[in-house]
């Protein structure tokens, strides 16, 4: 896209390896959403929007147009996962961040290309996939490779946006760069009802799969950083409006920047 091959891109920053500092926290981790209305929540009312467009414009040939929220985050498994235990050793289809979070509970990460993952899973070369929620196992085929899905989440939502060459963009007509951004818009919509409906959908009637479930005592112990990022997250639905600075998102360490650290710039109204 960069060169002009193709006009436009719609991904994820990790997945596609984005040169830019906030590329981890695009797919599925680490936010750790709750819902998929989170990432737009962030995007569009918490100062997210503007962190990518500076990001991205200092990447050459680059325009960062959009983000919306997929499906969440869940694995799919040739052999039950009742505990934490039972990831160990477990080879996983995932996302690069993911992957490299996953791998302190013993999973071991794997990386190919999307379209041959059915057959590894045939072949015996994974042993599960943590990249999409139920809907997507279905829909791409992986629901007749696997037998079990385990209703746990690393992230209730990916996390991706469009992109587009930067020549390209410019030369568009002004009501083309209207008209496309509402095109992204109904993209966005669309899957925001589609996949909720499909998680339900597809677990109680979908017949393929067998769901299990890591008991919640053992899930919040054993992740106690996952879930203090829910809770943190969670408090966007109650709090006053803040601007996330950018070097405090893309800040090292083991726990991702929280509420309690940032400062509110302005206070919603109320009804």
């Not at 467009?53 to 040939?61: D, I, N, R, S």
């Amino acid at each position: 896209m960069q060169r002009g091959t193709i006009d436009a891109v719609q991904s994820d920053d990790d997945s596609i390896a984005a040169p830019v500092d906030i590329s981890a926290f695009g797919a599925c981790f680490p936010f750790a959403s709750r819902y998929s209305l989170d990432v737009p929540v962030l995007f569009y009312h918490y100062g997210l929007k503007e962190i990518w467009q500076e990001a991205y414009a200092e990447v050459k040939g680059v325009t960062w147009l959009s983000d919306g929220a997929w499906d969440p985050c869940n694995f799919a498994t040739v052999e039950p996962i009742r505990t934490i235990a039972d990831l160990k050793g477990k080879r996983i289809f995932t996302f690069p961040t993911g992957g490299r979070f996953l791998k302190r509970f013993g999973v071991v990460p794997v990386t190919l290309p999307w379209e041959d993952i059915e057959v590894a899973m045939q072949t015996g070369e994974f042993d599960g996939i943590a990249w999409s929620g139920v809907t997507e196992v279905y829909t791409a085929g992986w629901a007749d490779v696997t037998k079990y899905y385990l209703t746990n989440n690393i992230s209730g939502a990916w996390a991706g946006s469009c992109f587009a060459n930067s020549d390209t963009w410019a030369a568009l007509p002004q009501h083309l760069k209207t008209l496309f951004p509402l095109s992204m818009d109904s993209s966005h919509y669309y899957r925001q009802h589609w996949y909720w409906w499909g998680e339900a959908h597809c677990r109680t009637t979908g017949g393929k799969l067998e769901l299990t479930t890591i008991p919640d005592e053992e899930w919040s112990n054993r992740f106690p950083i996952l879930c203090r990022r829910r809770e943190k997250v969670s408090l966007f639905a109650h709090a006053n409006r803040y601007a996330i600075p950018r070097q405090l998102l893309t800040q090292r360490g083991e726990d991702p920047p929280c509420l309690t650290q940032l400062k509110p710039t302005c206070v919603m109204s109320k009804p």
